[in-house]
């Protein structure tokens, strides 16, 4: 499926941060025109769908400066070097919310902005959660917030949940209700 | 829901390109800590949930040079400027693919990657749709494709669709037909 690639004529590098970098390519399109792709290089992250025996969702509050605002999400983070996206979805769980997990699932993997960005993100599914201690990073403020279905989708309405991955967990968690129903 | 909140004290502008402008805040944390955010700013973008009255949906196959691969999406675009989410959603879904729609349908809106981007993308459903010739920009390369439910589960599984508004709009659809059966 590569009949429209885009052969890359020169890449520079324009910043090399603590989580992204950023280069622009000048490419040959599939016509023989050039033209140029800005492009955000990311580690890539995992994020968790944890619903407890008590049928509530786990989430985090959480700030984020891009948004400038602050947002419900799934438990969520970024991948380290070298690191097993199962053993950072275990780790995150844990310091976010301080719940372990005796099954971690893979549910899906996505692209988050695949125009511009190369982040991808792997979902898991936690099941049978003991409550612990949460231990954020030294400079990480979150959280901890357990929500029904029903105030789940309050919180869609409200804009409190807001991002791709938390509202994909939402629809997963439906779906897999209506499923057992069915 | 501020109690988070990270004061700006500086701001940088890194880089302002076609699509994106990219910006490094240093931030004053809750505890009183300076720590930097790396910021994407991007238009945002508009997607849509489109299935045909032989019940398949309206997906592209289109090259993305951030992942080097060409993936199967839901048709989608950026805002322009001062355009209205609706209308460029319309807009979009006769460029890439012909289909015009006699209804358009907010289902939801989210960022993509509030870690590190102000991507807000914003999901509508299509519906009443009539084929027709699709109009692409002049630097734009895209293949319409047709897939049932089925197809699309596998093209899930195959990696062929990979990204979050496409995997969104495959679980929003089996959600439309679990509860219309249930």
């Known amino acids: 499926m590569s009949k429209y690639q885009e052969r890359t004529v020169n890449s520079e590098r324009i910043f090399e941060g603590k989580v992204i970098t950023l280069q622009v390519d000048e490419v040959e399109l599939p016509n023989g025109n050039l033209s140029k792709r800005?492009?955000?290089?990311?580690?890539?992250?995992?994020?968790?769908?944890?619903?407890?025996?008590?049928?509530?969702?786990?989430?985090?509050?959480?700030?984020?400066?891009?948004?400038?605002?602050t947002i419900l999400?799934?438990?969520?983070?970024?991948?380290?070097?070298?690191?097993?996206?199962?053993?950072?979805a275990?780790?995150?769980?844990?310091?976010?919310?301080?719940?372990?997990?005796?099954?971690?699932?893979?549910?899906?993997?996505?692209?988050?902005?695949?125009?511009?960005?190369?982040?991808?993100?792997?979902?898991?599914?936690?099941?049978?959660?003991?409550?612990?201690?949460?231990k954020p990073d030294h400079d990480e403020f979150v959280d901890l917030v357990e929500v029904t279905w029903d105030e789940a989708n309050g919180y869609i309405q409200s804009g409190d949940i807001i991002d791709a991955k938390t509202v994909f967990a939402v629809y997963y968690w439906k779906n897999q209700q209506l499923t057992k129903e069915g």
């Not at 999400?73 to 950072?88: S, Y």
């Not at 190369?118 to 898991?124: F, G, N, S, T, V």
């Open 38 to 69: 800005e492009i955000v290089r990311h580690p890539g992250a995992v994020a968790v769908i944890a619903v407890t025996p008590e049928d509530k969702m786990v989430l985090v509050r959480q700030f984020r400066k891009p948004l400038e605002k």
């Open 73 to 88: 999400e799934i438990p969520a983070g970024k991948l380290e070097k070298g690191e097993a996206p199962i053993d950072c």
């Open 90 to 134: 275990k780790r995150e769980l844990i310091e976010e919310t301080g719940y372990r997990a005796t099954d971690m699932k893979h549910v899906s993997s996505f692209y988050t902005s695949p125009g511009f960005a190369d982040e991808l993100i792997h979902i898991y599914e936690a099941t049978g959660l003991t409550a612990g201690e949460a």
